[in-house]
């Protein structure tokens, strides 16, 4: 990794003023900004993230392929014969 280049979260942990946090996505958070308690808390919100993140694909490839089922010729035949 070049020395210049610095490695950086996709979002920053906002503290609010009743105790609660925000994930606000359009600031980028350096790592070397943070102690070592809050490196530990962004990774796990990262991994948090990701995995939200994740689950939203599976479950746009799955709703475009049962919209995609839905539209075969195939499909409606063999629902119209009650094989399915």
Known sequence: MNEKEVVC???RIIQQADGSQIIDDRVKTPIDSLTPEMQVEYMDVHNQLSKME???KKEQR???????????PFW?????????
């Open 76 to 84: 409606k035949l063999a629902c119209f014969c009650r094989l399915v």
């Open 54 to 56: 994740r689950i939203k």
């Open 9 to 11: 979260f996709d979002f």
């Open 62 to 72: 799955e709703a475009a392929y049962k919209q995609k089922l839905v539209k075969n």
